[in-house]
């Protein structure tokens, strides 16, 4: 069982749980605090749905009821992080049927592909995570920072930061599965049978056939230096 392959797995399915829990969240942008603290009521938005809280402790959620009013940058998110839970999720599969604990998957050549493919995937899965997070990111900062933006402000939200935890532990996996095919490719020695040299008595005994017996030379003039070269 390969350790790098073990590593590779608890960082990639780690990733893949940050992120179905960045997507599910509805923290990616909140209200400052600096309003809030006169109003006494959070506003929490997420991909899905806008949530408001008081300082009682009540929160209500309303989902968003139509795809064509959301704005761009929403729906971009949206299937960024949709595409990188699927591939995180296949990824996964992929990395358990390419480890060599495994009995499935075939030889160790094809573990290796399928470790490599796992690997790539999860790549891929935190590419599309850290671009949908920087996505919706970058709309917060900029819009916080305009002077001419009259309309509520918002800070990052703690599913910004889980969302690009989970991509850098997806990357981390990835790049060490696909290193890990090295190690599977690696092929062992071969175990020969090494008899020993034959001595020069054994090799010089001859057999006549018509007389049926061995004829061997003197065991004196076998053993000189020149057996040796």
């Known amino acids: 069982m390969s350790r790098a392959q073990i590593s590779a797995l608890v960082f990639g399915v780690g990733g893949f749980g940050a992120l179905v829990a960045a997507t599910t969240s509805n923290e990616w942008k909140v209200t400052t605090r600096a309003s809030s603290v006169i109003t006494a009521t959070w506003v929490y938005q997420g991909l899905?749905?806008?949530?408001?809280?008081?300082?009682?402790?009540?929160?209500?959620?309303?989902?968003?009821?139509?795809?064509?009013?959301?704005?761009?940058?929403?729906?971009?998110?949206?299937?960024?992080?949709?595409?990188?839970?699927?591939?995180?999720?296949?990824?996964s599969i992929f990395a358990l049927v390419g480890m060599k604990c495994t009995k499935v998957g075939g030889s160790d050549k094809a573990k290796a592909k399928i470790a490599c493919l796992a690997g790539v995937v999860f790549i891929l899965s935190g590419l599309c995570s850290m671009t949908g997070c920087s996505l919706y990111a970058n709309k917060i900062t900029t819009e916080f920072f305009d002077p001419l933006f009259v309309e509520q402000k918002y800070e990052l939200g703690a599913a910004l930061f889980i969302g690009w935890a989970g991509a850098s532990l997806c990357i981390i996996g990835g790049v060490i599965f696909c290193f890990?095919?090295?190690?599977?490719?690696?092929?062992?020695?071969?175990?020969?049978?090494?008899n020993g040299a034959t001595s020069v008595m054994s090799s010089r005994i001859k057999y006549h056939g018509g007389e049926g017996d061995f004829k061997t030379t003197n065991p004196s003039k076998q053993f000189d230096k020149n057996a040796y070269v």
């Open 48 to 91: 899905w749905m806008n949530c408001a809280g008081t300082a009682l402790g009540s929160f209500h959620c309303r989902p968003h009821f139509t795809i064509f009013k959301v704005e761009g940058y929403i729906q971009a998110c949206r299937g960024l992080m949709i595409a990188a839970v699927s591939l995180g999720f296949f990824g």
């Open 180 to 194: 890990s095919i090295s190690d599977n490719n690696k092929t062992p020695r071969m175990g020969y049978s090494y």
